[in-house]
């Protein structure tokens, strides 16, 4: 039974993980703070297999059992997030970086840094390939996360190169899902939130930015597919499926026969206009393509909310 390590894992995106490493046949360590994160997202999964460590990953990690993968999920992802502890999310990017990886080395693991389309800033080039270096302002509001995620990939590639670990990096475009905070700023459960309640739904701009949404199922499978590849340098995985946010909030409330209105509201800082990822790596080193369609997406997400979509909306 191999023995996997997942940062964040009670998360949004690490407890989907965790639960994809238990039906594979894996141990599962799943270290969380809590921060941003939550019991009741990883409750159904307590068993023999199963361990809950509360710990953040800005201090060192000690585990007394072999390790075969390290999954480095923990961030400060949602802006709401990053905004409120800036230099925890630098700290996690940095210090819990270093852990992880000193973690890998020690255990000799396979390491997997999910890192982030936010690395590539707000685009010149489009879509963004993993061989842009991305146009990022340092110094913004932003940047307390897209530099804390950049210097992870920057010491990640140092301890393969230095150290030998073997190592892998996934920048995950935007994902949504079942158990994604509700009030965690980002656009779908937002506008979920905001749609399901009657309330007025709020697109910053005039909503043509665009972004590129994978369901969680999609994107678990390519984490799980990229760990056991022999590959280190990044590999994009998203949906090229791009959407303005405004196309997006016509859909929300369509499938959830809202009768909210949109209402527009100022652009914050450094916001990208444009996120579509290039997956042709993803293809041909993985296999991998997303399977589920926004809307296919987006009903599963309301259905786990406990609604259902609107009569006719199909």
Avoid at 58 to 86: G, K, N
Avoid at 249 to 262: D, F, K, M, P
């Amino acid at each position: 039974m191999p023995t996997s390590l997942v940062t964040g894992g009670a998360g949004f995106l690490g407890s989907h993980l965790c639960e994809a490493l238990l039906e594979r046949g894996h141990r599962v360590l799943c270290l969380d703070n809590l921060e941003t994160s939550s019991l009741e997202n990883i409750d159904h999964l307590r068993d023999d297999a199963f361990s809950f460590l509360h710990r953040d990953v800005i201090e060192p990690i000690e585990i007394d059992e072999p390790i075969h993968f390290v999954h480095h999920l923990a961030a400060l992802a949602s802006p709401i997030d990053y905004l409120r502890m800036p230099l925890h999310s630098l700290k996690t990017g940095s210090y819990g970086t270093h852990h992880a990886l000193g973690l890998a080395k020690w255990k000799r693991a396979r390491f997997l840094l999910a890192s982030t389309s936010e690395v590539y800033g707000d685009p010149e080039v489009h879509p963004q390939p993993e061989t842009y270096w991305g146009n990022v302002n340092p110094i913004g509001p932003r940047g307390v996360y897209d530099e804390a995620k950049r210097y992870a990939e920057a010491l990640t590639m140092a301890y393969h190169r230095q150290q030998g670990v073997d190592t892998a990096i996934v920048r995950i475009f935007n994902t949504y899902g079942p158990r994604m905070r509700a009030n965690d700023g980002r656009a779908i459960p937002t506008f979920l939130r905001q749609a399901l309640a009657g309330k007025p739904v709020t697109v910053f701009g005039d909503g043509s930015q665009t972004r590129s949404f994978c369901y969680v199922e999609d994107l678990i499978r390519g984490l799980l597919l990229l760990a056991e590849a022999d590959e280190h340098l990044p590999v994009n995985l998203g949906n090229p499926d791009e959407k303005s946010l405004l196309e997006l909030a016509q859909t929300v409330i369509r499938l959830t026969g809202s009768s909210s209105e949109i209402v527009f509201e100022a652009l914050p800082v450094d916001d990208p206009q444009v996120r579509q990822p290039e997956i042709t790596r993803a293809k041909q080193l993985l296999g991998w393509e997303p399977a589920v369609e926004l809307e296919d997406g987006l009903r599963r997400t309301i259905a786990s909310l406990g609604h259902e979509t609107a009569v006719g909306s199909t």
